[in-house]
């Protein structure tokens, strides 16, 4: 019997033998979770985008191979005609290349289905500052926050809003963001039965913060939380998360080097120092644990402060960089950090826990441009493009399904429950192709 038809039959069996988890995920806690990052963030030419064109898996909305951001393809084959976008692409196999679209309410309800069938808890739904009012994109963050909400709800998910600074403006981030929250506290949006709640409240996280690269000062940032507080007063308060700078606890390397940063990291109530890129192998991973991971835990205990570990499958931005003509200074190739076939990602798991963690963050669900998508893409190099350069799951020399890393997401979130032991070995096996 050969590879592909067994890897068929294997998934046919973790179908019908059910989700590995719950059915309902519970919403109060973050404890014993694994929340993956969603981005949502593409768009293709005719779905009610205002920009009506290909966004984010193309550069200037335009379908071409230099144009190309992503390194990473889907696996779209489950997806029905009316959620496939058609590309210009043919792969070396001679069949057309398809995509996909956030905006469509049934490919987001089918990425929770996924979710549910391997057992990971759900999303931390990224919202850009940027598109936010009074941007005119707004109306596709609005979109896809109901396509989210919907999906978690009928999967049996949760879900919270984790906004993102990236490239925000800094005289206006943070009125920007505190009136967006404040809108969709209005709304109703932390009423729903799957948004997440931790510590009797809900869960509202922002990304980037203290960064370098980032447009935040400690002073404009405390007075944010403060102002946060005061807007989800009258809703039930907030569980304020922060995805932090590696360095946050020494205040050197990625963080801006302000003492005053301390203040704003000891007023949160969870941490998760972003890690992606940070290390490239087994041996950075350990270092990692070493010099980071098991201090910074130790340190958020003695604050009171949970801590959620950032766990990545491997890297790769290629296209993305290329196109912004900074290839030469950042990476020599596609699949700068190799995934080796679920090992990478599964070392970081092991330590994680074994260091005493008790939730984990996921980078992430859906991030195709910057190659650390968990969800399912192209497997086998056959069904892409010669040309741009992509990666495909059997590029570190495994034959491997295009659920993978669900099943491995999966299997991170029944190790955080205590439903399987801890082991550093990978807990499903691949068949290596070479």
Not at 237 to 242: C, K, N, P, S
Request: one cysteine or more; proline letters at 7%; aromatic letters at 8%.
């Amino acid at each position: 019997m050969k590879a592909p038809l067994l890897i068929l039959l294997a998934t046919l069996a973790r179908v019908v033998a059910g989700a590995p988890g719950p059915a309902r995920v519970d919403a109060s806690t973050l404890k014993g979770k694994l929340i993956m990052g969603y981005q949502g963030w593409f768009a293709c030419p005719g779905d009610n985008h205002p920009r009506g064109a290909w966004v984010h898996w193309f550069a200037r909305g335009t379908a071409s191979a230099v144009n190309t951001t992503v390194d990473l393809l889907p696996d779209v084959s489950e997806l029905d005609a009316d959620e496939r976008c058609t590309t210009p692409w043919v792969s070396r196999r001679g069949k057309p290349v398809q995509l996909f679209s956030s905006q469509n309410p049934k490919t987001v309800a089918r990425h929770f289905l996924w979710m549910k069938q391997h057992g990971i808890d759900g999303v931390a739904l990224q919202r850009f500052i940027v598109g936010v009012r009074p941007s005119p994109n707004s109306p596709a963050l609005d979109r896809v926050l109901a396509n989210v909400r919907s999906a978690s709800e009928a999967h049996g998910r949760v879900f919270h809003i984790m906004y993102d600074v990236a490239g925000a403006d800094p005289a206006n981030w943070a009125q920007r963001l505190a009136d967006d929250w404040a809108r969709l506290e209005a709304e109703g949006v932390t009423r729903s039965s799957a948004y997440q709640r931790h510590r009797g409240r809900p869960v509202l996280a922002i990304a980037g913060i203290g960064l370098k690269t980032r447009p935040s000062t400690a002073e404009g940032t405390l007075r944010l939380i403060a102002e946060l507080k005061k807007i989800s007063a009258p809703y039930g308060g907030i569980t304020l998360l922060g995805s932090l700078p590696t360095n946050w606890r020494t205040l050197d390397g990625d963080n801006i080097p302000d003492p005053a940063w301390t203040k704003v990291y000891q007023s949160l109530d969870v941490m998760s120092p972003w890690t992606v890129g940070r290390f490239r192998d087994d041996a950075g991973a350990d270092r990692y644990r070493k010099e980071r991971l098991e201090p910074d835990i130790a340190e958020a205990r003695r604050l009171g402060i949970d801590y959620m570990p950032v766990v990545f499958p491997g890297f790769s931005w290629w296209n993305l960089m290329s196109y912004r003509k900074q290839a030469e200074e950042r990476h020599a190739a596609t699949n700068a950090i190799p995934r080796r076939c679920g090992r990478f990602y599964w070392h970081q798991v092991a330590n994680a826990v074994d260091a005493g963690a008790t939730m984990l963050y996921g980078a992430m669900f859906d991030e195709v441009d910057e190659g650390t998508a968990m969800f399912k893409i192209v497997a086998d190099s056959k069904d892409l493009p010669a040309e741009p350069p992509f990666v495909a799951l059997d590029a570190d020399g495994c034959a491997l399904p295009s659920d993978w890393y669900l099943q491995l997401a999966g299997k991170a979130a029944q190790l955080l429950r205590g439903a399987i032991p801890l082991s550093f070995d990978l807990p499903i096996h691949a068949q290596l192709s070479k």
